[in-house]
């Protein structure tokens, strides 16, 4: 399986985007879905997460309440729906995916995941 995000762009604070995590290859599916950003000179944090065993989403507090994760299997993508955009909230964002089996303590870090796209930068002005 491949990545590519899109779908980031320079936004007013208060504006939304979606982005689009497209994947090539049959078994999209059976891979968890994570969102991470990364600002410069900053590490890589942990976004969103879709959990295929369970369906459940889970979120970084940061975000919570803000942002969407979903994904649409017929069409092999994941998205991040992003409402009410902060400027700090800029910071190149990237889709990853892991395992089903990976356990739920390790669902936001970034060692589980193994199959990583391009990022997508997102601006956001105040």
């Known amino acids: 399986v491949q990545l590519q995000a899109s779908g980031g762009g320079l936004v007013q604070a208060g504006d939304s985007l979606r982005l689009t995590c497209a994947a090539s290859g049959r078994s999209f599916s059976a891979y968890n879905l994570g969102w991470f950003r990364q600002a410069p000179g900053q590490e890589r944090e942990f976004v969103a997460a879709?959990?295929?065993?369970?369906?459940?989403?889970y979120y970084a507090d940061s975000v919570k309440g803000r942002f969407t994760i979903s994904t649409d299997n017929a069409k092999g993508a994941g998205y991040l729906q992003m409402n009410s955009l902060k400027p700090e909230d800029t910071a190149v964002y990237l889709c990853?995916?892991?395992?089903?089996?990976?356990?739920?303590?390790?669902?936001?870090?970034?060692?589980?995941?193994?199959?990583w796209g391009q990022g997508t930068q997102v601006t956001v002005s105040s």
């Open positions: 990853a995916l892991s395992p089903q089996s990976t356990i739920l303590s390790e669902i936001a870090a970034t060692r589980a995941y193994s199959i």
């Open positions: 879709l959990r295929r065993r369970g369906g459940r989403t």
